[in-house]
């Protein structure tokens, strides 16, 4: 009942900014396809990908300035529908600024959010073309994940000041600070642990590069240190995570925070869960996949939680 006086009588910023949120997590786990499947130079040229507007399906279709050797259909066409989901973002942010023009007086944190939010997905466009021109630099495609979490984050911060004169609940002083300070370590923690894990990455990818005849299942063996270090810095994730959990559990934080305790408990579970298969089954590239967008899921949903947690009326 809670979520639902929330989320009833949106206006057509919140409705286009709730969309553009979920079309920007689309994006994100595309993202990771087009890394995990290496379909990151699918397309070896930007804007246009092999010089044309739309790609074409077989290599015999190549403008004559192309290798044929350079074409695969699959890692082509995994870029392209990368590339036409994120114009689809770019879109969907700038309408969900034109539409905050209605909040600049009365809640002017709407309009800038949503201003730099468009500022954001242009950098991120540029940022793009960057990557594909650099051939994939490891450090770019890492400032590359981090901006696509800021833009979703700073997203969720906008859709929240426009649904905040609605949400009403309480939560004890202590309890509160508590809470305040597990989801900061959260956050703070998580966003850690994906920018370790995307050097885990980088560095399997100097393993196959290294390595080109190695079987898949022993890329790991070759990481080095980095690896050891992700692992077992996601252990204090957990830690925090169930004492957030805990402090929700004992001050009955209502439906808002235990919703969002619940899903935050099975998204690192379902995490650590994702990256064991990566370890003993092999690297499949569908568990890389997960791996990088439930990522960005276990930083969005404690910044949520965060918000609320402030925005609530201490007793």
Same mark, same amino acid.
Request: hydrophobic residues 55%; aromatic residues 12%.
């Given at each position: 009942?809670?979520?639902?006086? &929330?989320?009833?009588?949106?206006? !057509?910023?919140?409705?286009?900014?709730?969309?553009?949120?979920?079309?920007?997590?689309?994006?994100?786990?595309?993202?990771?396809?087009?890394?995990?499947?290496?379909?990151?130079?699918?397309?070896?040229?930007?804007?246009?990908?092999?010089?044309?507007?739309? /790609? /074409?399906?077989? $290599?015999?279709?190549?403008?004559?300035?192309?290798? $044929?050797?350079?074409?695969?259909?699959?890692?082509?066409?995994?870029?392209?529908?990368?590339?036409?989901?994120?114009?689809?973002?770019?879109?969907?942010?700038?309408?969900?600024?034109?539409?905050?023009?209605?909040?600049?007086?009365?809640?002017?944190?709407?309009?800038?959010?949503?201003?730099?939010?468009?500022?954001?997905?242009?950098?991120?466009?540029?940022?793009?073309?960057?990557?594909?021109?650099? %051939?994939?630099?490891?450090?770019?495609?890492?400032?590359?994940?981090?901006?696509?979490?800021?833009?979703?984050?700073?997203?969720?911060?906008? &859709?929240?000041?426009?649904?905040? %004169?609605?949400?009403?609940?309480?939560?004890?002083?202590?309890?509160?600070?508590?809470?305040?300070? $597990?989801?900061?370590?959260?956050?703070?923690?998580?966003?850690?642990?994906?920018?370790?894990?995307?050097?885990?990455? %980088?560095?399997?990818?100097?393993?196959?590069?290294?390595?080109?005849?190695?079987?898949?299942?022993?890329?790991?063996?070759?990481?080095?240190?980095?690896?050891?270090?992700?692992?077992?810095?996601?252990?204090?994730?957990?830690?925090?995570?169930?004492?957030?959990?805990?402090?929700?559990?004992?001050?009955?934080?209502?439906?808002?925070?235990?919703?969002?305790?619940?899903?935050?408990?099975?998204?690192?579970?379902?995490?650590?869960?994702?990256?064991?298969?990566?370890?003993?089954?092999?690297?499949?590239?569908?568990?890389?996949?997960?791996?990088?967008? &439930?990522?960005?899921?276990?930083? !969005?949903?404690?910044?949520?939680?965060?918000?609320?947690? !402030? %925005?609530?009326? /201490?007793?």
């Amino acid at each position: 009942m809670a979520w639902r006086n &929330i989320l009833s009588r949106m206006n !057509s910023y919140q409705k286009t900014a709730v969309i553009t949120v979920c079309v920007t997590f689309l994006l994100i786990f595309i993202g990771g396809l087009v890394r995990a499947t290496g379909a990151g130079l699918g397309c070896p040229d930007w804007p246009t990908c092999f010089g044309l507007w739309i /790609p /074409p399906l077989s $290599a015999a279709d190549l403008p004559a300035a192309y290798d $044929a050797e350079q074409f695969n259909v699959i890692k082509t066409w995994t870029e392209y529908v990368n590339r036409l989901v994120g114009v689809v973002v770019g879109l969907l942010i700038l309408i969900t600024f034109l539409l905050s023009f209605r909040y600049i007086r009365n809640v002017p944190s709407v309009f800038f959010g949503s201003a730099a939010a468009l500022v954001l997905v242009l950098f991120q466009g540029w940022l793009g073309g960057q990557v594909v021109l650099g %051939e994939l630099q490891g450090w770019m495609i890492t400032i590359h994940m981090i901006t696509a979490i800021v833009i979703l984050n700073v997203l969720i911060w906008t &859709i929240f000041r426009s649904f905040r %004169e609605r949400i009403r609940f309480t939560l004890g002083s202590g309890i509160r600070r508590k809470m305040v300070v $597990a989801l900061l370590l959260i956050i703070v923690v998580t966003v850690i642990q994906v920018i370790f894990g995307t050097q885990v990455r %980088e560095a399997l990818e100097a393993v196959k590069a290294a390595y080109p005849a190695l079987d898949r299942s022993e890329w790991i063996d070759r990481v080095g240190q980095i690896d050891q270090i992700h692992r077992s810095f996601s252990w204090l994730v957990v830690v925090f995570v169930i004492y957030f959990h805990y402090l929700v559990r004992k001050s009955d934080g209502g439906p808002y925070l235990s919703t969002m305790a619940g899903l935050l408990t099975t998204a690192v579970l379902l995490q650590i869960a994702v990256g064991a298969g990566l370890v003993y089954l092999g690297m499949p590239p569908a568990f890389q996949v997960f791996h990088l967008w &439930i990522g960005a899921f276990t930083v !969005s949903v404690p910044f949520l939680a965060l918000l609320f947690v !402030s %925005e609530s009326h /201490p007793i």
